[in-house]
């Protein structure tokens, strides 16, 4: 079969305005990826088209992309969900809203990062070692509370999705609230209230309008607006 | 294999956390709270006014006679303190998203402030001493 691809590309040196690039694949199959697309385009037609990709496999979170207007990672998306019509599918890929264009389909990743930076993203605690030098355990059921939090890869699919996010980027982001989520409601952490009052500030969890684009977005299935209702509970209550 | 502890069987912990107060929080909660109450509150009033009493009856001598009861009062001035400081906290929040400049956002803040406080006062000693028998 064959496919269309229309890809958003920029060049900072060359180009003073982002433009759309039309490329056409023969013999592609249904169980291609769309970076298996983008590959092909960047090895057989133009080597120049510039973007994210690492593992290729849905772990590291680097080649999320704007498909078919609907953030995703360009190495889940299969060919046969993207609307096959009469042996041709059409593709339509830009890079992540919200960021800076860097080239093509690379955008600059440090606003989202220092997001993620400020909620403290890892364990802090003033308890000594267990005594036998092993792990600090706790019951499988303090451990379900955060578990669907730990599956974030830091891709920014959902951070980039969310129109609070364009509106304004100081607005922390999804992202960061679900990786404060993971140490928050952890029971052997001891830093939720220093967490809870970066979120609790003007650019928090309060610029969360509940509209579920980075729910959909997820491509970890991660329960996003969710994860980011407890931490607002979390804030009005005082307990977590 | 080291035993999972038994401390808490088939609980959480629930720690408690002490937080900076914050007025974003109680903005944040006021929101859901009165939207809660307007459920109630600004449906009813539209069933009650409209429906239930057509439109075309509404007059001021239909408002007088529910206004002579101190009960139809207090539902209509709950009424308004929910709905002026949530429509216009509303409106802050849309224009919050995308005017970014500090000074502007202060000064929209205080103006809207300024509006609500001055309309909620007013409105409710006008409906509190409203004077139903000069109708």
New interface residues.
Partial sequence: MQAKLRIRRFNPETDKKPWWGEYTLDEVLRTDTVLDLLHRVKWEQDGTLTLRRSCAHGVCGSDAMRINGANALACKTLVKELGVKNDVVKIQVEPILGLTVEKDLLVDMEPFFDHYRSVMPYFVTDTPVPADG??R??????RA?FDDTTKCILCAACTTSCP?FW??G?YVGPAAIVQAHRFIFD?RDEA??ER??VL???F?V??CRTIFNCTNACPREIKVTEAIAEV?M???S??? | M?A??S??????????????R?Y??A???FMRLSGVAMLFLAVGHMVIQHIVNSSANLTIQFVAAQWSTWGWKAFDILLLWMAIPHGIRGLFNILG??I?NAGARRLISIVLGVFVVATVIWATFAIALFDSTRF
């Fill in positions: 092993r792990e355990l706790q019951s499988p059921e303090d509370r609070s509106a304004d100081r029971s939720a209230g809870l009052d609790a500030d003007t928090g309060w610029r607002k979390a804030i009005t005082g307990r977590v | 080291a999972i502890p401390k808490t069987p088939g609980k959480i912990t629930v720690r408690r956390v002490k937080l900076e914050n974003e929080r903005f944040w909660l998203d995308y970014h």
